[in-house]
C-alpha cells in the first residue's frame, strides 16, 4: 500500500507539473515558472532512478567462488530477489507478488541442495556447518512466509531485506570458504 500510494503520488505531481506549465505559459514565455517545472521533470528520473537502485542487489566479481555453475546459480537467486523487489517497489497485483515470492523460495532450496550434494559428493570438511546455515535461513525464511500471510504489507520489504543481505554475506563469505576445496577436487 505504502508503495502505490508513493507511485500514485509520483503520478499526481507529474500531472500537476504540466498544469503548471501550461498556465505557466499562459503568463508568456519568458514566465521562469514552467521552465523550472520542466526542468524538475528533466531531473525526476535520474532521481528516481538513484533513490531506487539502492533496493537491488547487483552481481559483482567479488562473489564469484570460481565455479560457474554455481555462480550461474548466485545470480538467478539475485535476479529472483530483484522480481521480488520489483513487485514491492511498483504497483503489481497480489499473484504477480506472490509468484515471485514462490520462485525465490523455490530456486533457494534448489540451489542449496545442488551445493550441499557437490560439498557432500566431494567430501567438504565443513559440510555440516555450512548445511546449518542454509538450514536456519530456510527456517528463517519459513517464519517470514508465515508472517507475510497475516501481513503482506508489513512483511514483504522486511523479508526482501533479509533475503538480499543475507545472500550477499553468505556468497561473500562462507561460499568463498568452499570454493578452492571444490575446484582442487576438479568440480566446475
Known sequence: MKHALQSFGLSLFIVLAFIVIGIGFLFGLDNPVPWIMIAILVILPFVHNRMTRKHFVTWEERFSVGIPSIDEDHKKLMSLINNLQSAI?????????RQALQELVDYTQYHFQREERLMQE??????????????????RVQDFLAAYERDREGTVQEMTDFLKD???RHIAGTDQQY??????KGVQ
Open 89 to 97: 517497489l511498483y504497483p503489481t497485483d497480489e499473484a504477480f507478488e
Open 166 to 168: 543475507w545472500l550477499i
Open 122 to 139: 566431494n567430501g567438504y570438511p565443513d559440510f555440516e556447518a555450512h548445511k546449518q546455515q542454509h538450514q536456519k535461513m530456510i527456517a
Open 179 to 184: 570454493s578452492a576445496f571444490l575446484k582442487e
